[in-house]
Structures are given as C-alpha cells and as structure tokens.
C-alpha cells in the first residue's frame, strides 16, 4: 500500500473534539486508513507539529471563473449589479477566459484548504479541465438562463446543461460530479422545468439552483403561481434529497419544514448577501429543524473572494445577529457547515476524519499570534483563522499544496495569464 503520513499534529474529529496522532491515508484508494500513530515507513509524510489537520473545507456554492471579475463592479444591489455589470461582461467571456479565470479561482482555493466546491456557470468543460489539473473535487454545472430567450435558444440552453450533466460525470478520475443547474426559478421557464426535471430524474442527475436569495426573488413566484418559491419548486420536481439550493436567505417556517421534510440542503453564502444587501439567512432555524446547511463563497465578483474560513466566521456572527441570540450558530456547528456539511451538499464521502473517509484534508498552522493561546482550537477555526494558515491541503490522498506552495498549478503564470485574460474581456465588453 502505498501511503502518505499527516505527523505530529492534532486531529479534529468528527464530533469537534480535538486529539494528538497522526493520519495514515491509503492513496491507492484515496482514503484514510488510520488515525492514530503512524508507521514511520510512508511513502511521503507531511509535517503538522503546531498544527490542526481539519477536514478539507468545502465551497458549497460558487461560480470560480467570475475571479476574472473580482473588484470590476462593486458596491450595487443585485439586481442593478447584475444586468448594468455582471451579465454583460460575461457575455464577452470565450472559453479560454473561462479557464484562466478557473485556473485562478482554482489555485485560491487550494492555497486557503479548500478540497471540493459546487460551481454553476458556463463553457464548464474547460473549469473540468483545470479541475483535472488542479487536482481538486467538485460538483460542476452549467448556469441555466431561459429569461428574455426565443424558445430554441432557451431550449438549447437547458439541453447544454442536461449535455453536461450527462458526459462530464466522473471526468478527472472521478473527482468530478455533475448536477442540472438552472440558475434560479426567476430566470427559467415553467414549461422548459416542466420537460427538463424529469429528463434529469430519468439520468440519475441531481439539481443546484439559487432560491430566496432576495426579496425579489419571492414575490414574482407568488405574484404568477400563488405560493411561494419552494412550494413552487416542489410542485414541479425540484426538491428531491440529491438537491441543493444556494442562498435561502427569504425562507418563510413553512419552506423550512419542506427543506427538512424533502431532505433537501442550503448553501449558505454569508460573504455574498452581506455584500449585495440580500439579507440574512435564517441559519439557526435551519439546522433547528435538520436541515444540512453548507457554506459557500458564490463568485469572487461579490465576496470578493474564495476563503471558506472567511465564512465560517461570517456565518458564526450574522447567524447571531438573524437569531438575536449570541449562542446561534455556534463555532462547532460553523466549522460543521463548512466540512462536512458542504461534503453532505455535494455527495462526497468526505467532511470527516476517519477511517474509510476520503482523504481529502488540509492542515492549520497555530503558530501565529492571532491563533494564541490555544484555549479552543474550535472556536479558532471559527473566528481566528485564516485562509493563510492553511499550510498543506490534500485531495483524493494526493498533496496539492506542502508548506504553502502548490504542486499543481504554478503561481505566477496562473495569475498573469488571468490579469491577461480580464484586461481582455473588459475591452470586449467595452467595444460592445
């Protein structure tokens, strides 16, 4: 067996205890074959003395490639910012901007301990194919738009997703999954969800969409169908246990007891909605009724970036503040959300340490004045803890990054190559 070491550190279990041993991972399999003492005869072994080996964070909802699009429109509601912004640049994305910007989204990801993310956009074969470069896990799908199309463009823009779903599951050794992802129930069709959610079904495919994101988002479902979003959703399919929905900030109790009772997940992205005025999901109430809440970035255009511990504290604080109760969502079940509660979200077999888990894990350095003493190496995760800790990320068994350097995809020419690319997209758009 040809294994890889995790030495001398600390391990967070999954009940959010935290012991002294070692990780045995088994990388002929890709999972953990022990946590206790290491052998001592590893084929590599990774140093985490003054360190925390945590579960790999999970980015339960983001649109990588909008990297490109990091600090290019800022300070705007939703709505304005995306129709005056967002959507036309993106129109003057090509295929080649969409994996330089992946590329970059991809390496920000490793360098912060992220090991798997959820991704809605489009020209998705070339994210697949930095993924394959990268190393990493994920849940992939093209961003469905049926709003202000002529039926065959509309129509061809669902069938592009069912496509991907379809020929891109288990693309890079696996690692890749793939969902229906039409980008919310606002911005598709009734009759096209109609014909296309049960084609998904009949593939074993699951769907990831925006729901209640905002206010706005709400009141058109009533307005056309007479009750609210999920109810929607559900009446035509859309809440099966494979599911997940992004954001949820609007969601009334009734909606709550329909996630629950569907088994159907939250991708909480508390960055994002802060950012953009959304609101506040009701996190605490979510997980007071069962329902599996992750964490998500959603894209670097309004974060503006992909450092899921930056979420895990914004969504241990706003869930207080949405609560008015300083016990809400406290620091274990903040930490859950973003391992593995986001594993939950995406069906991967990871989120814990264990034996028979996957490996994918990343390791914490302590040894930083924000992180001393070391009263509650939870709560330090928490609210302490920074991307920039992180200083070995492991995925599938194999070392992404060892001591702060990434094996996969090098630095610097991934960043100039994304300078390069946004300059070049910004000037389309421009010319447009």
Not at 191 to 215: I, K, S
Not at 240 to 248: L, Q, T
Not at 267 to 272: E, K, T, V
Request: charged share 25%; aromatic share 4%.
């Amino acid at each position: 067996m040809e294994t890889l070491e995790i030495t001398g550190g600390r391990v967070l279990e999954p009940d959010m205890t935290v012991v002294e041993a070692d990780v045995v991972v088994d990388r002929g399999r890709g999972r953990i074959a022990a946590v206790g003492e290491a052998t001592g005869d590893a084929d590599e072994t990774l140093d985490a003395e003054g360190g925390l080996v945590v579960p790999g964070f999970v980015n339960a909802h983001c649109h990588v490639a909008m990297t490109l699009l990091r600090g290019y429109a800022d300070d705007k509601p939703l709505e304005a910012w995306l129709q005056e912004d967002i959507w036309p640049l993106e129109a003057a994305l090509e295929p080649d901007d969409v994996r330089a910007g992946a590329r970059l989204g991809l390496l920000e990801m490793i360098r912060n301990g992220v090991t798997a993310f959820a991704d809605m956009y489009f020209h998705v074969p070339e994210i697949v194919g930095a993924i394959e470069e990268a190393g990493l896990r994920a849940r992939v799908g093209h961003g469905v738009v049926t709003t202000g199309k002529d039926d065959a463009a509309a129509r061809a823009d669902f069938e592009e997703g069912l496509a991907v779903a379809r020929e891109l599951d288990g693309a890079a050794d696996g690692r890749v999954r793939t969902a229906l992802m039409p980008h919310s129930l606002t911005t598709v069709s009734t009759e096209l969800l109609a014909e296309f959610v049960p084609r998904a079904r009949d593939a074993g495919v699951p769907l990831h969409y925006h729901a209640n994101e905002t206010d706005d988002e709400v009141a058109p479902i009533i307005e056309a169908h007479g009750v609210r979003p999920l109810a929607y959703a559900d009446n035509h399919g859309l809440l099966e246990p494979s599911d997940f929905i992004a954001h949820g900030v609007f969601l009334d109790d009734g909606e709550i007891d329909l996630l629950a009772d569907r088994g159907v997940g939250v991708a909480h992205c508390p960055a994002s909605n802060m950012k953009l005025a959304s609101g506040v999901a009701p996190v605490q109430r979510l997980l007071d009724a069962g329902v599996t809440v992750g964490l998500g970035t959603d894209g670097a255009a309004s974060n503006n970036d992909l450092d899921v511990l930056d979420e895990i504290r914004d969504a241990a604080m706003v869930g207080k503040l949405a609560a008015d109760d300083a016990a809400a969502v406290p620091a274990e079940a903040a930490v859950r959300a973003a391992t593995a509660g986001g594993a939950d979200l995406l069906g991967v077999d990871a989120g814990r340490i264990e034996a028979g888990a996957l490996a994918d894990l990343a390791v914490v350095d302590l040894e930083a004045p924000h992180l001393t003493p070391a009263h509650d190496l939870v709560s330090h995760l928490a609210y302490a803890a920074r991307g920039s800790d992180v200083r070995h990320t492991v995925v599938d068994g194999e070392v992404l990054m060892r001591d702060r350097e990434v094996r996969t995809l090098p630095a610097g020419p991934v960043r100039r190559e994304a300078e390069r690319h946004a300059a070049a997209a910004v000037e389309r758009a421009s010319d447009g």
